[in-house]
């Protein structure tokens, strides 16, 4: 059973849009029957649901990263601003300004934590943007200005979890997607990570859609 929470009430332009889907894995294994939900635009929508329940399921549809777990949506539709992005390849929606933190973290573990952050940039071409994405990036997680040599893999759980979010806002998103961000973390940093992902929906415009359990 999935449930949206919305922070927001009023009228607003809504982002992404997932419209009646239905997943299947190898061919056979029905998860996710009927789901719908809206993502307005510039507010921070959670997706409520219990342990597989289908919330991994529901996101990785968006950013259409079921391929690669021999899953497919096999009804429904999935659009973003109003156009259908179920057919693009992940990191065509990237470029759309879609992203998703994957669930557990997933750092590269040999890089540095600032290596880690520029592979966000991938897909841009501006050293100067960059850099200026990289200051605003340790601005808000000044902890990983302090440890940006340090390689990722021998940083904290929370560390980590900075670096995977401040690595997607590298790509410059406008919808970033959070599986369960607060996962095996302590609550104070819970609560830490939550105050940044507040503020930075507040201060610089990014739309979340978030799981938790
Ligand atoms: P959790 O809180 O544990 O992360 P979740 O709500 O994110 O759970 P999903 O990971 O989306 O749930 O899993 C939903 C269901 O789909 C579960 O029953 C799970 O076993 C099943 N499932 C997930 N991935 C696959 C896969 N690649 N192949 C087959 N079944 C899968």
Redesign the pocket.
């Known amino acids: 059973m999935l449930d949206t929470a919305k922070t927001t009430d009023t009228q607003v332009e809504t982002l992404l849009e997932v419209n009646n889907i239905e997943v299947i894995?190898?061919h056979v294994?029905l998860?996710l029957k009927g789901v719908s939900l809206s993502v307005p635009k510039g507010g921070i929508t959670a997706l409520l649901?219990?342990?597989?329940?289908?919330?991994?399921?529901?996101l990785k549809a968006i950013s259409n990263l079921l391929h690669s777990?021999?899953?497919e949506v096999t009804k429904g539709s999935v659009s973003y601003r109003g156009e259908r992005v179920q057919d693009l390849d992940p990191a065509a929606l990237v470029q759309k300004g879609v992203i998703q933190v994957m669930?557990g973290r997933h750092c590269f573990e040999h890089l540095t934590v600032e290596e880690n952050l520029l592979t966000g940039a991938y897909t841009r071409n501006s050293a100067a943007e960059t850099a200026q994405d990289l200051e605003m990036v340790y601005n808000y997680f000044p902890r990983l200005k302090e440890r940006r040599r340090s390689q990722a893999g021998y940083t904290s759980g929370g560390e980590q979890q900075m670096v995977a979010i401040g690595r997607a806002l590298m790509s410059r998103p406008e919808c970033i997607l959070l599986?369960?961000p607060s996962m095996g973390l302590a609550p104070q940093l819970v609560e830490q990570i939550f105050g940044i992902v507040k503020s930075l929906n507040e201060e610089q415009g990014y739309t979340f859609l978030l799981?938790e359990?």
């Open positions: 894995y190898n294994i998860v649901g219990g342990n597989g329940a289908g919330k991994t399921t529901t777990e021999r899953g669930e599986d369960e799981s359990q």
